[in-house]
């Protein structure tokens, strides 16, 4: 698995980004995989989200590196948490792209794929007040860092009935800058917060600070 991207975090939380190239047996060879775990793995029938789950907690493993299996579990609004060790985190894939933030407090990641497709659904989540700061040469690639930006919001608070374009708002940022504000008006939250971005291989990256 060539690491892409490897860094510590301000809040010390630590993320990397993997591209994937192993079969399912190496990356299975690097796991303790139970017996549930092994029935699951086997109901995914499409081949990329087995080797997307795999790849995704072998990368767990890589930054923690802890000394026995890594149990998981998912709460209610589907995100992970690991059930055997004290460390909060989020994952993320697309295509041959996995990605994983770990830490100590609730954090955020996600990776996508850059392509026309974004500009069809830019209305449901793109605000007038973002409309205004997303430059015409490259609105795919504003488009995609939002969006990316709005789904590591979400994996952070969890869900729970939010509205990706009237809870979520990502401020005015340049694409050379490598991070922006976002603020979250929520029921469950309402904080203003600093999230790091990169734009790697034709994939976005977008994780919390």
Same mark, same amino acid.
């Given at each position: 698995? /060539? %690491?892409?991207?490897?860094?510590?975090?301000?809040? =010390?939380?630590?993320?990397?980004?993997?591209?994937?190239?192993?079969?399912?047996?190496?990356? +299975?060879?690097?796991?303790?995989?139970?017996d549930?775990?092994?029935?699951?793995?086997? !109901?995914?029938?499409?081949d990329?989200k087995?080797?997307?789950?795999?790849?995704?907690r072998?990368?767990?493993?890589?930054?923690?590196?802890? /000394? !026995?299996?890594?149990?998981?579990?998912?709460?209610?609004?589907?995100? /992970?948490?690991?059930?055997?060790?004290?460390? #909060?985190?989020? *994952?993320s &894939? +697309?295509?041959?792209?996995?990605?994983?933030?770990? =830490?100590?407090?609730? %954090?955020?990641?996600?990776?996508? #794929? *850059?392509?026309n497709?974004? =500009?069809r659904?830019?209305?449901?989540?793109?605000?007038?007040?973002?409309?205004?700061?997303?430059?015409?040469?490259?609105?795919?690639?504003?488009?995609?860092?939002i969006?990316?930006?709005?789904?590591?919001?979400?994996?952070?608070?969890?869900?729970?009935?939010?509205?990706?374009?009237?809870?979520?708002?990502? &401020?005015?940022?340049?694409?050379?800058?490598?991070?922006?504000?976002?603020?979250?008006?929520?029921? +469950?939250?309402?904080?203003e917060?600093?999230? =790091?971005? #990169?734009?790697? #291989?034709?994939?976005?990256?977008?994780?919390?600070?």
């Amino acid at each position: 698995m /060539p %690491c892409i991207l490897n860094k510590s975090l301000p809040s =010390g939380s630590l993320m990397a980004l993997w591209r994937i190239e192993e079969t399912e047996e190496e990356l +299975s060879s690097k796991l303790m995989l139970d017996d549930s775990e092994k029935n699951y793995l086997a !109901g995914i029938k499409a081949d990329n989200k087995r080797l997307q789950w795999l790849a995704s907690r072998v990368l767990i493993r890589e930054l923690v590196n802890p /000394p !026995g299996q890594i149990l998981m579990d998912w709460d209610q609004h589907g995100r /992970p948490y690991v059930l055997n060790y004290d460390f #909060e985190v989020s *994952i993320s &894939h +697309s295509r041959n792209m996995a990605a994983v933030i770990v =830490g100590e407090s609730r %954090c955020g990641i996600d990776v996508e #794929e *850059i392509n026309n497709k974004i =500009g069809r659904i830019s209305k449901k989540f793109v605000s007038d007040e973002e409309r205004v700061f997303i430059s015409t040469d490259n609105s795919i690639l504003y488009e995609t860092l939002i969006w990316g930006a709005k789904e590591a919001l979400f994996k952070l608070i969890g869900g729970n009935g939010v509205d990706f374009k009237k809870n979520l708002r990502i &401020h005015a940022f340049k694409l050379n800058d490598g991070y922006f504000k976002a603020s979250i008006s929520h029921k +469950s939250s309402n904080k203003e917060l600093e999230l =790091g971005f #990169e734009v790697v #291989e034709g994939f976005t990256l977008v994780f919390t600070q």
